[in-house]
C-alpha cells in the first residue's frame, strides 16, 4: 500500500474570521515551501489561503517569546458571543493596554488614500472636552497609571482645544503622552511647537514619515509632502521634542527606503526611533490589492537586516506582550558611535523582566557607559533602565543623568492584524488599544474591523445571528 502526503505541515489550528462575510471560521496554520501560511474555510465563500511569514523560524521563535500576560484593574464587557465579538475588554483578553489610542476628532487636513480611520476634511466632527476627559478616565480606571496614552485623530492638532486636552491628559496619572499627527502644523506654525515643548518631558510626538519620494507620498498620502516633513523635523529638532517617524509600507512601494529612513532618523537630534506599520486592511484603501500589496512582519523584519547597517538578525527580536505582531531593535546613541543592545540581552532574562546580563565587546569606554545604564545603584528617581523598561515597544525610560532618553534609538515592527490574516489565539494579546468613546477599551485591530462608526451596525447583525442560532 502507497500513502500519498499533504503537501505541507500541518502545525497548528486556530480560528480566524472570512475576509468576505467577517465570520468566524477555523484556520490551519500550515507550513508550505520554507513560508508560513494560514489556510482558513468559511462554508459560504470557500477556502482562503494567506501567508502569514516567510520566515519559518522566526515564526516558531515567536511562539517561545512569550510572558505571562498583564491584566487590566478591571473588564468592560462581559464574554458572550467569544472573541473577536465582545470587546472590550472582556475577561478573555489576555494582555492590559500598553499603548490606549484617544481619537479626539474625525476631521483631517488631508484625505489620504490610505486611512485606517477614514478621515477627511469633510468630516468635520471632533470631540469635545468633556467628552475627551471621560475618555482619558476610561482609560485611568482601567489602568491606574496607564503606560501611554496616544492621542489621535484624524489630526489631532486641528482640534480647537488641542491644548485643553493635553493638559487634561497631563493632570491625569498617565506616564506618557503621544501625539499621532501628519506634522502640517508643526511644519507651519513655530509657535505652536514652542507650545508643545512646555509639555515635556513626557511628550512624544508620533510623526507620520513614509517616504522620501513624491510619487510614492502622491499614493499614500495625495499630497507631495516631503517639504512639509523636513520643516516639521527642522522645528522638532529646534525644541528637542522627542519624536518617533511612522511609516506606512507598501510592499513593492517604500519598503525599499527602510534603511535610508534608518539612517534619516538617526542623523535627527529630536528622533528617537522608527516604527514600521505594513498597511492594515481597513478604513479607506485605494489602489490596494491584499494579494500583492500586503507586508507580513517577517518580511519588513527582513528588509531591515538586509538594508540597515545597523541591525541584524540577533537584533529585532519579538515583543513578548505580542509577539505574532510586534517585534524590536534598540541601540544607543554613543557620542558619535550607534551600538546595538539587543543583541547584548539574555532572553531569558527579557521574559522574566529583570535586568540583564550583557556581553560587553565594545572598548573600555563605551562598556562603562553602557553599564552605568544598567547599574543598580540609583536611587529608584534617577534608577537606570532595566531590561522590562527598556526592551519595549514603548518610549517608557528612566535612566542616569549622565545617558538620558537621548541615548535610546528604537526600530518597531507594528503589525496590525485585518480581515486576511486574522488570529484569535493572536488578538488576544494585543495590547494597543482605542478607546471607544462609550469607555469600552478595544483593541486596536478588531477596533477598525468591527467597531468603528456603522462597523458595529454589522456586527449587531451578526450578533443577532448567533442568538438566533443558539438553541
Not at 516558531?60 to 484593574?73: D, H, Q, V, Y
Not at 519620494?213 to 525644541?239: P, W, Y
Not at 540581552?345 to 562598556?367: A, S, W, Y
Amino acid at each position: 500500500m502507497t500513502t500519498k502526503n499533504r503537501p505541507y505541515l500541518f502545525y497548528e489550528l486556530t480560528n480566524s474570521i472570512c475576509s468576505k462575510c467577517m465570520k468566524k471560521v477555523e484556520a490551519k496554520v500550515i507550513i508550505e515551501n520554507d513560508r508560513v501560511y494560514l489556510s482558513k474555510y468559511c462554508f459560504e465563500h470557500g477556502r482562503e489561503k494567506v501567508l502569514i511569514s516567510t520566515d519559518v523560524e522566526y515564526y516558531k521563535r515567536c511562539r517561545e517569546f512569550i510572558k505571562p500576560s498583564e491584566m487590566p484593574l478591571l473588564w468592560n464587557t462581559p464574554i458572550k458571543y467569544g472573541c473577536p465579538y465582545d470587546c472590550g475588554l472582556c475577561p478573555d483578553h489576555e494582555q492590559h493596554s500598553c499603548l490606549t489610542i484617544v481619537e479626539i476628532i474625525d476631521q483631517c487636513n488631508l484625505k489620504c488614500p490610505i486611512c485606517y480611520a477614514d478621515s477627511s476634511p469633510e468630516k468635520k466632527l471632533w470631540r469635545s472636552l468633556e467628552e475627551v476627559e471621560r475618555m482619558l478616565d476610561a482609560v485611568v480606571r482601567n489602568e491606574g497609571e496607564p503606560d501611554i496614552v496616544q492621542i489621535s485623530g484624524g489630526e489631532p492638532t486641528i482640534h480647537p482645544q488641542f491644548f485643553d486636552i493635553l493638559r487634561a491628559a497631563k493632570a491625569r496619572p498617565i506616564q506618557h503622552l503621544m501625539i499621532n499627527t501628519n506634522g502640517i502644523r508643526i511644519a507651519q506654525d513655530r509657535e505652536f511647537v514652542k507650545q508643545l515643548a512646555e509639555f515635556t518631558p513626557g511628550l512624544e510626538i508620533y510623526l507620520q514619515f513614509d517616504s522620501f519620494e513624491k510619487s510614492t507620498l502622491q499614493e499614500l498620502r495625495g499630497a507631495d509632502l516631503r517639504q512639509i516633513r523636513s520643516k516639521a523635523i527642522e522645528h522638532l529638532n529646534e525644541f528637542n521634542i522627542s519624536t518617533t517617524l511612522v511609516v506606512t509600507l507598501k510592499k513593492g512601494l517604500n519598503d525599499h527606503e527602510i534603511g535610508e529612513i534608518i539612517q534619516y532618523g538617526l542623523k535627527q537630534r529630536a528622533v528617537r526611533g522608527v516604527t514600521f506599520q505594513p498597511i492594515q486592511a481597513a478604513g479607506r484603501l485605494e489602489d490596494f490589492d491584499p494579494a500583492t500589496d500586503r507586508l507580513t512582519l517577517s518580511e519588513v523584519r527582513q528588509q531591515i537586516i538586509d538594508q540597515s547597517d545597523l541591525f541584524q538578525a540577533e537584533d529585532m527580536i519579538p515583543v513578548p506582550c505580542h509577539p505574532d505582531c510586534l517585534a524590536m531593535g534598540y541601540a544607543l546613541k554613543l557620542d558619535d558611535q550607534v551600538i546595538p543592545l539587543t543583541r547584548m540581552m539574555d532572553p531569558e532574562i527579557l521574559l522574566e523582566g529583570g535586568r540583564n546580563t550583557i556581553v560587553f565587546e565594545q572598548d573600555e569606554n563605551i562598556k562603562n557607559r553602557i553599564f552605568e545604564l544598567f547599574s543598580t545603584s540609583h536611587s529608584p528617581e534617577s534608577s537606570a533602565l532595566s531590561l522590562k523598561s527598556l526592551l519595549c515597544c514603548l518610549p517608557l525610560v528612566q535612566v542616569p543623568e549622565t545617558i538620558n532618553y537621548d541615548n535610546v534609538f528604537r526600530v518597531i515592527i507594528m503589525q496590525f492584524l485585518d480581515p486576511y490574516h486574522f488570529d484569535v489565539r493572536s488578538v488576544k494579546k494585543s495590547c494597543v488599544h482605542i478607546v471607544h468613546p462609550d469607555g469600552r477599551i478595544i483593541p486596536f485591530d478588531t477596533y477598525n474591523m468591527f467597531y468603528r462608526g456603522d462597523l458595529e451596525d454589522r456586527l449587531n447583525d451578526m450578533k443577532a445571528e448567533l442568538e438566533g442560532a443558539r438553541p
